[in-house]
């Protein structure tokens, strides 16, 4: 059967993240965890939420696809896809594990890993509602209303060509139907893979 990576993409404040924290806990999958020069906002932890690194040690891990973006640098390296799929082994879904990148980052692993990526683009209908979750989720407003005008976040709030054949698309308006998507779309990866 071999190893698959379910990407799940899209701009942020589409709701990856939540959407990547739903399939781990009700389904098993560990999540690769990419690395961040970033600053840890409240809450998060190392080696959970992200590894969280100064660009020396940012620089020296092999990286699959990495971002800068806003002044930080962002990456996922072979040693957490590894790490991950070591996780798998203990669960259900053995050879299955998820990865959130932004939509470059998910036409990289497109291209390096054809069928074994199944992508997910997560979007919503309202596009001021991005604005709002990344306020709630304690982003500066300051910092959001440039993030929101930048050409990446625009990038990123629309499927790319290159995903357009390949990715299955979930609106993340209301998290009930949300997640009735979610389950529908994760049974249907599972029994196509097999």
Not at 149 to 170: G, T
């Amino acid at each position: 059967m071999g190893q698959h990576v379910i990407v799940i993409t899209g701009a942020s404040g589409a709701g990856k993240t939540t959407v990547a924290s739903y399939i781990t806990e009700t389904y098993g999958l560990p999540k690769v965890i990419t690395h961040t020069t970033r600053p840890k906002r409240d809450g998060e932890i190392d080696g959970v939420d992200y590894y969280f690194e100064t660009l020396e040690t940012f620089n020296k891990n092999h990286f699959i696809e990495q971002v800068a973006f806003s002044g930080n640098h962002y990456g996922s390296s072979y040693e957490g896809l590894e790490r991950a799929f070591e996780q798998s082994q203990n669960t259900k879904y053995p050879d299955y594990i998820l990865l959130v990148v932004d939509t470059v980052g998910a036409i990289t692993y497109f291209e390096e890993l054809g069928n074994k990526a199944e992508v997910w683009f997560i979007t919503t209908t309202d596009r001021e509602e991005f604005k709002e979750r990344l306020v709630q989720r304690g982003d500066d407003p300051k910092q959001v209303e440039l993030r929101t005008s930048s050409s990446d976040f625009e990038r990123d709030m629309i499927l790319p060509e290159e995903l357009s054949q390949k990715a299955q698309v979930i609106f993340n308006d209301k998290w009930e139907e949300t997640t009735k998507s979610i389950d529908s779309l994760f049974n249907e990866t599972i029994g196509r893979v097999k």
